[in-house]
């Protein structure tokens, strides 16, 4: 069975650094593709980037390159999402999916998603 | 860049058919996927390019794209459709790897 188990629900302050995680397991991690997916209270789903676990090429949406960096480690089959300098609109929930291809790709498992909320 | 676009809310009643539509300029020329998103869950694939349905999605649940538009279509809607519903594509039009998302349709049961 194919899960994507994300951390738990994180509260930091402005400037602080965070690492979320999205583990997972019933499948090839190095076969498939991982996405990261955004969501603002009350919006809509946002891509923000990919990453192929196998090399750790990564691709990132414009609207978010420089602001996040996405990891892989293979030996643990997890994927993480970081970021060096919190701001309030990072506010979000945020999710991990697995892509099915690449060309045409879309979600076909998706993590629990991992609620980050950035208050001073 | 590619903009899809989804009526904010759709009504229906129990039992009666829901369309939900994504509009984008030759959508007919991409594949089209759909989720859908209960409160407080993490989005669920319903459709497949544009009118597969992956294991476990029932036959009233179906997806349809032609021209201008891609239709989301369930039929015999029940309590339980009650979700937020996002359609996307992957565009090949930009020079990188490029998800683009609809803003989401709320349906609601009466």
């Known amino acids: 069975e194919v899960q994507l188990v994300q951390s738990g629900a994180e509260v930091k302050k402005p400037g602080e650094s965070l690492n979320i995680s999205c583990e997972t397991s019933?499948?090839?991690?190095?076969?498939?593709?991982i996405a990261w997916v955004r969501q603002m209270p009350g919006g809509g789903l946002e891509w923000m980037g990919i990453?192929?676990?196998?090399?750790?090429?990564?691709k990132y949406s414009p609207s978010f390159q420089g602001q996040v960096t996405i990891s892989a480690d293979k030996s643990t089959s997890t994927a993480y999402l970081q970021w060096r300098s919190l701001k309030a609109s990072d506010t979000a929930k945020y999710y991990c999916?697995?892509?099915?291809?690449?060309?045409?790709?879309?979600?076909?498992?998706w993590g629990q998603g991992t609620l980050v909320t950035i208050s001073s | 860049s590619y903009v899809l676009t989804q009526p904010p809310s759709v009504s229906v009643a129990p039992g009666k058919t829901a369309r939900i539509t994504c509009e984008a300029d030759?959508?007919?020329?991409?594949?089209v996927h759909w989720y859908q998103q209960k409160p407080g869950q993490a989005p669920m694939l319903v459709i497949h390019f544009d009118s597969d349905r992956p294991s476990g999605i029932p036959e009233r649940v179906s997806g349809s794209n032609s021209g201008n538009t891609a239709t989301l279509t369930l039929s015999r809607v029940e309590a339980g459709d009650e979700a937020d519903y996002y359609c996307?594509?992957?565009?090949?039009?930009?020079?990188?790897?490029?998800?683009?998302f609809g803003g989401g349709t709320k349906l609601t049961v009466l």
């Open positions: 996307q594509v992957w565009d090949s039009t930009s020079d990188h790897f490029n998800w683009v």
């Open positions: 019933g499948y090839s991690f190095t076969s498939h593709w």
């Open positions: 999916a697995r892509l099915q291809g690449y060309y045409n790709s879309y979600g076909d498992f």
């Open positions: 030759n959508i007919e020329s991409k594949s």
């Open positions: 990453i192929y676990p196998e090399d750790s090429d990564v």
